[in-house]
Nanobody, 126 residues
Framework: QVQLAESGGGLVQPGGSLRISCAVS????????MGWFRRTPGKEREFVAA???????FYASSLRGRFIISRDNAKNMVHLQMNGLTPEDTAVYYC????????????????????WGQGTQVTVSS
């Protein structure tokens, strides 16, 4: 059974940076596509970024340049570095795992992923 555990959320001031992480167990990490999503109250879960096992990283267009997803295959972890944070980035952030190498057009779709973490709260406020 795949288990995902996020960490690193918290309170950060506008303009600040934060890195959140997700530890993965129960699946061969190197053959897993990893994604980050976020949700604010009253809204659907929103795609943030994804990293395939081979073949690049993908971002929501509005976040490209501020957010960076990275994988540590040796430690079975995926990270999301968030820079230039604004109050609009306040959300619960979820990591997600999909088996194999998902096609690019499917990376933004929640149904592509078959395992989810419990979420970590990120609050951007002064």
């Amino acid at each position: 059974q795949v288990q995902l555990a996020e960490s690193g959320g918290g309170l950060v001031q506008p303009g600040g940076s934060l890195r959140i992480s997700c530890a993965v167990s129960g699946r061969t990490f190197s053959s897993t596509t990893m994604g980050w999503f976020r949700r604010t109250p009253g809204k659907e879960r929103e795609f943030v970024a994804a990293a395939r096992r081979v073949g690049g990283t993908f971002y929501a267009s509005s976040l490209r340049g501020r957010f960076i997803i990275s994988r540590d295959n040796a430690k079975n972890m995926v990270h999301l570095q968030m820079n230039g944070l604004t109050p609009e980035d306040t959300a619960v952030y979820y990591c997600a795992a999909a088996p194999g190498s998902a096609i690019a057009s499917a990376l933004r779709v929640t149904d592509t992923y078959d395992a989810w973490g419990q979420g970590t709260q990120v609050t951007v406020s002064s």
